[in-house]
């Protein structure tokens, strides 16, 4: 039966990892995939998580079952982390995933679920994997602008412009803080006028929120999402552990989903699990529970919080050097808006011609829309990209 499948289009940011570990030269660069590396290009696991570790594996005395969306404990610590009190506990449902793409992939089969013809709006750009799970899924994504390529800021109006041709149940994807893969954010005003938006058109928000902690700080990054759950009548939260907590390959997300109506939140519950039960059943425990281990105690989550932070202030860091050096060796303030951008990644606006030779010539690796991530630089090669950068004329 094999013989009549097809090939499937690879998948870019994979693709580019491939390309980079088979590439000879020591001088190489790797700014594709979103992991965060040290200085020592190192992808560190964190204190926190080691200690958390260490007592799970002294604590532990069973690994059966725990059940169909994980444990409660986890649910409740990562809706506390999230929305802290924007909302009440029973207006809220959740269930863990296998990170935060196997939420973003429930979301959309839950959306399909509850209203097949619903149209999901996605940023022009967005994380490509957005596109490729809601074309599997045979799902209509409508694109709304997003990045004004002049300025390397959101195009705002834009934004909204299109944002307001959604219908009620439609569905708007946004990506809660530490935009993939421009690195362009909505200001507070902003955020309000897509909120208004949302609410004139009846359109539901889904918010995917995988770096939270990686932009202007863990409190400041969950803002928007929890002053949207706070406006809007229901709200789909896709959330990601892999980064803030760099436990990439153990797999730990989490669906949210949000219900200010006066009926039950129990129906939702209870598709959640059902859900998780066709495509997995159970989700991974590991990851949640050293994350639910973390977030409820006071001394391994002050550690945590302060890793992070210094993640947060050495990839702000880079992004200030960068800018500053791609000044001084283009003579022009062309890449200020690098220093503007928050998170892992910018997108620096090179075509893909020009992101082709600066692999090829100067073995640096970006994705083909130019998105680079900023934690995959340290102090020496940030000379060598603002070089290949002005010599492949960007
Ligand atoms: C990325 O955008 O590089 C990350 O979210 C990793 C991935 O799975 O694509």
Same mark, same amino acid.
């Given at each position: 039966m094999f013989h009549t499948l097809q090939t499937q289009p690879a998948d870019k940011i994979l693709a580019l990892m491939k390309m980079y570990k088979e /590439?000879? =030269?020591?001088?190489k660069i790797d700014l594709g995939v979103g992991v965060y590396k040290d200085a020592e290009g190192n992808t560190p696991v964190m204190r926190a998580i080691k200690a958390a570790e260490q007592k799970l594996w002294t604590t532990q005395d069973s690994k059966s079952y725990v059940g169909l969306v994980g444990d409660p404990a986890f649910s409740d610590a990562m809706i506390s982390l999230l929305l802290? *009190?924007?909302?009440? =506990? &029973?207006a809220i449902a959740a269930a863990a995933t296998p990170g935060g793409t196997g939420a973003v992939r429930q979301a959309f089969e839950l959306i399909k679920m509850a209203r097949p013809e619903a149209r999901v709006f996605v940023s022009?750009?967005?994380?490509p994997n957005h596109l490729s799970i809601l074309q599997y899924l045979d799902m209509e994504a409508v694109p709304y602008r997003y990045f004004d390529k002049t300025t390397g800021a959101v195009d705002h109006a834009g934004m909204i412009e299109d944002i307001a041709q959604a219908k009620a149940g439609d569905v708007v994807l946004l990506?809660?803080?530490?935009? &993939?893969?421009?690195g362009a954010n909505l200001n507070t005003v902003q955020w309000q006028d897509v909120i208004d938006t949302l609410l004139k058109t009846g359109a539901v928000p889904m918010i995917d929120i995988?770096?939270? +902690?990686? +932009?202007?700080g863990l409190e400041e990054d969950a803002q928007p999402t929890r002053r949207i759950v706070s406006a809007v009548p229901n709200c789909i939260i896709a959330a990601s552990c892999s980064k803030n907590f760099g436990i990439?390959?153990?797999?730990t997300g989490i669906l949210i989903l949000t219900h200010q109506e006066k009926t039950s939140i129990g129906l939702a519950q209870d598709t959640l699990a059902f859900l998780n039960r066709q495509n997995f059943s159970f989700p991974p425990d590991h990851g949640a529970r050293l994350v639910t281990m973390i977030l409820n105690d006071d001394a391994l989550r002050q550690d945590w919080q302060d890793e992070l932070e210094m993640v947060r202030r050495s990839m702000l860091e880079l992004r200030t050097q960068l800018a500053r050096t791609l000044r001084d060796v283009?003579?022009? *303030?062309?890449?200020?808006f690098l220093a503007e951008h928050r998170g892992m990644f910018s997108r620096l606006g090179a075509t893909p011609k020009q992101v082709e030779l600066m692999r090829e010539k100067y073995g640096v690796y970006m994705?083909? /829309?130019?998105?680079? &991530?900023?934690?995959?630089?340290n102090a020496k090669t940030i000379p060598a990209l603002a070089q290949a950068i002005v010599a492949c004329e960007v």
């Amino acid at each position: 039966m094999f013989h009549t499948l097809q090939t499937q289009p690879a998948d870019k940011i994979l693709a580019l990892m491939k390309m980079y570990k088979e /590439d000879p =030269r020591e001088q190489k660069i790797d700014l594709g995939v979103g992991v965060y590396k040290d200085a020592e290009g190192n992808t560190p696991v964190m204190r926190a998580i080691k200690a958390a570790e260490q007592k799970l594996w002294t604590t532990q005395d069973s690994k059966s079952y725990v059940g169909l969306v994980g444990d409660p404990a986890f649910s409740d610590a990562m809706i506390s982390l999230l929305l802290a *009190d924007a909302l009440p =506990r &029973n207006a809220i449902a959740a269930a863990a995933t296998p990170g935060g793409t196997g939420a973003v992939r429930q979301a959309f089969e839950l959306i399909k679920m509850a209203r097949p013809e619903a149209r999901v709006f996605v940023s022009d750009p967005t994380w490509p994997n957005h596109l490729s799970i809601l074309q599997y899924l045979d799902m209509e994504a409508v694109p709304y602008r997003y990045f004004d390529k002049t300025t390397g800021a959101v195009d705002h109006a834009g934004m909204i412009e299109d944002i307001a041709q959604a219908k009620a149940g439609d569905v708007v994807l946004l990506h809660g803080c530490c935009h &993939n893969p421009t690195g362009a954010n909505l200001n507070t005003v902003q955020w309000q006028d897509v909120i208004d938006t949302l609410l004139k058109t009846g359109a539901v928000p889904m918010i995917d929120i995988a770096y939270q +902690g990686f +932009g202007d700080g863990l409190e400041e990054d969950a803002q928007p999402t929890r002053r949207i759950v706070s406006a809007v009548p229901n709200c789909i939260i896709a959330a990601s552990c892999s980064k803030n907590f760099g436990i990439y390959r153990e797999r730990t997300g989490i669906l949210i989903l949000t219900h200010q109506e006066k009926t039950s939140i129990g129906l939702a519950q209870d598709t959640l699990a059902f859900l998780n039960r066709q495509n997995f059943s159970f989700p991974p425990d590991h990851g949640a529970r050293l994350v639910t281990m973390i977030l409820n105690d006071d001394a391994l989550r002050q550690d945590w919080q302060d890793e992070l932070e210094m993640v947060r202030r050495s990839m702000l860091e880079l992004r200030t050097q960068l800018a500053r050096t791609l000044r001084d060796v283009s003579g022009s *303030d062309r890449f200020a808006f690098l220093a503007e951008h928050r998170g892992m990644f910018s997108r620096l606006g090179a075509t893909p011609k020009q992101v082709e030779l600066m692999r090829e010539k100067y073995g640096v690796y970006m994705v083909g /829309d130019s998105r680079i &991530n900023i934690a995959g630089l340290n102090a020496k090669t940030i000379p060598a990209l603002a070089q290949a950068i002005v010599a492949c004329e960007v």
